[in-house]
């Protein structure tokens, strides 16, 4: 089943960002590829750095309503450059056509990167990393809109094959909106 990560509560102290990765990947057998990295840690979590638009992303609000984007502070450019290279290297690795384009030194769009991502989360390849904090509602939009966007859709999900439960023949589902269960 393809998955995504969301490493949430991250407004609580003891959140480390890094830590969790590691575990995703030790514990889970996972490829973690984080797509966001946080602003804070713990009581100085103060918003989320996306790295596909290279924006920081903060909340107005307790709530998580007002939604403000900014250009990512100078104290941590640095990071989250070094963090979009390796989530870009990580993507191509999927992507044969892609790969050749980043050892071309070509550039390669953000249109194509999120596809390559897609592709490479449904064939269970990658699994993207979120951060964000559910209960103050930090997050959770973007992580929304990544379910959207990276999940499949039924209509991307194979074909599932069973037994009739009367007939005993071998049935063929595929997915639709048109056919009763």
Excluded: W
């Excluded at 769009?109 to 964000?132: C, M, Q, W």
């Excluded at 904090?133 to 379910?147: F, I, P, T, Y």
């Amino acid at each position: 089943v393809p998955r995504i990560c969301f490493i949430n509560k991250f407004d609580r102290t003891g959140a480390e960002f890094d830590r969790v990765v590691e575990m995703i990947r030790e514990r889970l057998y996972a490829n973690p590829v984080p797509v966001q990295l946080p602003y804070g840690e713990g009581d100085t979590f103060e918003g989320i750095v996306d790295l596909f638009t290279m924006e920081l992303v903060t909340y107005g609000d307790d709530l998580g309503t007002q939604i403000e984007r900014h250009p990512i502070p100078d104290n941590l450019l640095e990071q989250a450059q070094e963090a979009r290279a390796q989530m870009v290297e990580t993507i191509v690795e999927n992507d044969d056509y892609l790969m050749e384009k980043f050892l071309m030194e070509e550039d390669i769009s953000d249109e194509e990167l999120r596809a390559a991502l897609r592709d490479a989360t449904i064939h269970n390849k990658v699994h993207p990393v979120l951060v964000g904090s559910a209960l103050k509602n930090k997050g959770v939009q973007m992580l929304l809109d990544a379910v959207v966007d990276i999940l499949p859709s039924p209509l991307d999900v194979p074909a599932v094959t069973g037994i009739h439960p009367k007939t005993g023949e071998e049935v063929e589902r595929h997915p639709t909106d048109d056919e009763p269960l």
